[in-house]
Nanobody
Framework: VQLQASGGGLVQPGGSLRLSCASS????????MGWFRQAPGKEREFVAA????????LYADSVKGRFIISRDNAKNMMYLQMNVLEPEDTAVYYC?????????????????????WGQGTLVTVSS
């Protein structure tokens, strides 16, 4: 399975950006998808996850109410709509795919839970 993330860029504080992730998986609609991010000098951290059907979502507290994760199974695509961006959101954002349809929250928060990873797309929030 190959994942391709795109949509990163430079945005001012308070602005919005939409990330996309394309998957080559044949059983995409049965896989949980997630977004992680890694800021310079920091460890990779969980951002959001969505179940195979799209009916369940999970967000990190730091992005809850500002970011929206979604997917289009007909196109093998996942998205992350990021609103009210803050300088602290600056990071390389990675999309990831888990062969499970969904899972316990404690597992979904861990990078080790995911089987496939994209190359990352850089988001810079700065004035």
């Amino acid at each position: 399975v190959q994942l391709q993330a795109s949509g990163g860029g430079l945005v001012q504080p308070g602005g919005s950006l939409r990330l996309s992730c394309a998957s080559s998986a044949h059983t995409f609609d049965s896989h949980t998808m997630g977004w992680f991010r890694q800021a310079p000098g920091k460890e990779r951290e969980f951002v959001a996850a969505i179940s195979g059907s799209g009916g369940q979502t999970l967000y990190a507290d730091s992005v809850k109410g500002r970011f929206i994760i979604s997917r289009d199974n007909a196109k093998n695509m996942m998205y992350l709509q990021m609103n009210v961006l803050e300088p602290e959101d600056t990071a390389v954002y990675y999309c990831a795919e888990d062969r499970n349809t969904w899972g316990p929250t404690v597992a979904l928060l861990r990078a080790e839970e995911y089987d496939y990873w994209g190359q990352g797309t850089l988001v810079t929030v700065s004035s």
